[in-house]
C-alpha cells in the first residue's frame, strides 16, 4: 500500500476572479475562468488531501469531495480565507484578485445622465500577503500571470511575497483555455512545465508541491 502523496494534508485553494460592484447591477472584475484552480483542486484531492476552494463567481462545477465557499469580492474572499486558514498546511493562491474596488459602490442601480462619471478606486487587500506574512504560514503557492518579462516579474513577486513556489504563465497564452505552459520558481531555480492540459499541468504541480512540501518538513 503506497500511501497518496498529501493523505492527511489540508488544502487551501482560492480560484477564479473576484467581482468588485460599481452598483446593484454592475461591476469590475479580472479575466478568470477558475480552470487552473478547479483542476487543482481536483488533483489534490485525487493525491489525498482535504480540499477547501475558495472561489469567485466562476461557471464551473466544483469537484465532488471539496468544501466549496463561494464569495464575490476581495473582502468577501479575504473573510473566507481567515475563517479557514487554521490547520492549512498548505495555501493555494490561484484567484485573480481584483486590485482595487470601488470607493462608493451605489447599493442602488445608477442611473444614466449622458454626463461623465468618476469611479474612485481604492487598493483591495493582498491575500496571499496576509497568509504568507501569518507568525506560522502555511506553504504557500502564488501564481503570476504576465503580459511580459514572465522570468524577471515571476522572481521578484515571489520575493516580496516571500514564497517558496511561484507559478507563473503569460496570460494571453492561458486565460479562458484548457491548456496552458507553466514555469515554476522556488529556491533551486525554474522548472518548465510545457504547454498541455490544465489537468496534467495540476498533477505535475501537486506533485511539485507535495515534495517541496515534505522537503521543507525534513
Ligand atoms: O496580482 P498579482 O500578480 O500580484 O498576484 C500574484 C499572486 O497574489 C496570485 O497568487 C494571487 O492569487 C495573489 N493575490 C492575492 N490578493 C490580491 C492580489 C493578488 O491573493 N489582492
Known amino acids: 500500500f503506497q500511501p497518496k502523496l498529501l493523505q492527511g494534508k489540508r488544502m ?77 498546511d498548505i495555501f493555494v493562491s490561484v484567484a485573480a484578485v481584483a486590485d482595487y474596488r470601488v470607493k462608493n459602490a451605489n447599493s442602488q442601480k445608477t442611473k444614466k445622465t449622458g454626463k461623465n462619471i468618476m469611479l474612485e478606486l481604492t487598493p483591495n487587500p493582498d491575500i496571499l500577503e496576509y497568509v504568507a506574512s501569518l507568525a506560522v504560514p502555511p506553504f504557500c503557492v502564488g501564481f503570476a500571470a504576465e503580459t511580459e518579462n514572465l522570468e524577471k516579474n515571476a522572481e521578484i513577486k515571489r520575493r516580496r511575497k516571500k514564497l517558496p513556489l511561484l507559478v507563473a504563465n503569460l496570460a494571453q497564452d492561458a486565460i479562458g483555455s484548457d491548456e496552458c505552459a507553466l514555469t515554476l520558481f522556488d529556491n533551486a531555480g525554474q522548472h518548465q512545465l510545457p504547454k498541455a492540459r490544465k489537468v496534467e499541468q495540476a498533477r505535475h504541480l501537486v506533485k511539485h508541491i507535495a515534495l517541496l512540501y515534505e522537503k521543507k518538513r525534513l
Open 12 to 88: 487551501l485553494i482560492t480560484a477564479g476572479p473576484t467581482y468588485e460592484a460599481i452598483d446593484a447591477v454592475r461591476g469590475i472584475t479580472n479575466s478568470s475562468s477558475g480552470k487552473m484552480g478547479y483542476a487543482i483542486a481536483r488533483a489534490a484531492l485525487e493525491a489525498g488531501a482535504e480540499v477547501i476552494l475558495i472561489s469567485g463567481p466562476v461557471c464551473l462545477q466544483p469537484p465532488a469531495k471539496v468544501k466549496l465557499i463561494s464569495v464575490i469580492g476581495a473582502q468577501d474572499m479575504l473573510a473566507a480565507v481567515k475563517n479557514e486558514i487554521s490547520h492549512t
